[in-house]
């Protein structure tokens, strides 16, 4: 399915967290691994799928947009984790550690630009750009929304992006309903990614995923 397509594509959306406070913690890689969503976190008729998400260039894309590159040391390291259904509706995890508390604040604050929605969509369509969609399929410009949460404590929400993303093929019109819920934690972040055609997946599932990883990511 096309929306699994996408999500494997786009999924290492990383760069946003929150101020936390207290010392950063040092994180290592079999706690974030510990942190991931997975299969028992999810009701049944999900598969968890090889780790298909590849660095897409899209948050490096989003900071640049908005005046906020970022050095390729900034983040150091990152696990991810990937489920779909027999729909094709895809659910991924992903969380990374980050060299400093200060790159995390200044991440976080721009999810409270309001050239934000417009920006991640430019990211979005240049990793559309080089998707290889299936043939017959063409993309059409992301309708973005960007929603800043007020969380300041680990575990905390502090971003929702909602890309409604048209796609067209030869007999229909279809939209791929892509969101990212951005995750606190010291020195470390998380997202939690859901990817369905027409509609978003229910929202107790998408609670479910995110509470879990969130309760696992204030942890760390």
């Known amino acids: 399915m096309l929306s699994a397509l996408l999500a494997a594509c786009t999924s290492t959306v990383t760069g946003a967290a929150s101020p936390a406070t207290g010392p950063a913690a040092t994180a290592s890689p079999s706690q974030l691994d510990g942190a991931l969503l997975t299969l028992d976190d999810l009701p049944a008729g999900w598969t968890a799928q090889p780790d298909r998400a590849r660095a897409s260039g899209l948050s490096d894309a989003f900071a640049a947009c908005l005046g906020s590159p970022r050095e390729p040391e900034d983040r150091l390291e990152v696990a991810i984790s990937y489920f779909s259904d027999a729909s094709g509706n895809t659910v991924f995890s992903s969380i990374s550690r980050y060299r400093s508390q200060e790159r995390l ?9 309001v ?5 991640f969509s430019e990211a979005l369509i240049g990793v559309l750009d080089v ?16 929603s ?18 048209p796609m067209t093929t030869a007999t ?8 990212y819920v951005f995750v606190a934690g010291r020195s470390t972040q998380a997202v939690v ?15 479910r995923a995110v509470d879990a ?6 942890d760390l």
């Open 131 to 146: 998707t290889p969609l299936p043939r017959g399929v063409s993309a059409g410009t992301p309708d973005v929304t960007v």
């Open 105 to 113: 604040e200044a991440d976080v604050a721009l999810f409270a630009d």
């Open 115 to 119: 050239r934000a929605p417009a920006c």
């Open 148 to 165: 800043p949460g007020g969380g300041g404590d680990p575990g905390d929400v502090v971003a929702v992006v909602t890309a409604d993303i």
């Open 172 to 179: 229909d019109e279809l939209t791929d309903v892509m969101q």
């Open 193 to 207: 990614g859901f990817s369905s055609l027409d509609a978003e997946l229910p929202p107790e599932l998408r609670h």
């Open 213 to 218: 990883v969130a309760e696992r990511i204030a």
